[in-house]
């Protein structure tokens, strides 16, 4: 109940309370504190095949060129934030966040139909 409210709260929100949300979704870390918005990375979540049991690191920032996930770009950025790992117990095929708007990370909302994602400039080779 708590993590349905902090999730249509919006990204601000999510920011401050990432620890329990990283909690509710049994992911490893939690974004650092940051003031700075993530870079829209693509206009559209990314689908893909995870395996059960392996770590991954879901890109926060938008800088990253393997999206959905994280290359480290993170810390070239002044952003301030860092990836989010998570741990699927088995294997399936989700839809990974690829505007970085989500109010449900890593997994995609919706959220990239809306207008200010869609008029966003990304890069050319998403
Ligand atoms: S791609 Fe970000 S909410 Fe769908």
Same mark, same amino acid.
Not at 18 to 24: F, H, M, T
């Given at each position: ?10 990204? +601000? ?5 990432? !620890?329990?949300?990283?909690? +509710?979704?049994?992911?490893?870390? !939690? ?7 993530? *870079? ?15 770590? #991954? ?19 070239? @950025?002044?952003? &301030?934030? @860092? ?8 294997? *399936? ?13 890593? #997994?995609?909302? &919706? ?16």
């Amino acid at each position: 109940m708590v993590t349905q409210l902090l999730y249509r709260a919006g990204p +601000a929100v999510l920011k401050r309370n990432s !620890c329990i949300l990283a909690r +509710a979704f049994r992911v490893q870390s !939690c974004y650092s504190s940051s003031t700075t918005e993530p *870079k829209i990375a693509a206009k559209h979540p990314f689908k893909v095949d995870l395996e059960g049991g392996k770590r #991954y690191s879901w890109c926060t920032c938008g800088y990253s060129k393997k999206q959905p996930f994280c290359d480290g770009s993170h810390k070239k @950025s002044s952003l &301030g934030l @860092s990836p989010l790992r998570f741990t699927l117990e088995e294997a *399936k095929t989700v839809w990974l966040c690829g505007c970085k708007q989500t109010h449900n990370p890593p #997994y995609c909302d &919706g959220t990239h139909k809306q207008d200010f994602v869609q008029e966003a400039e990304v890069p050319a080779q998403q």
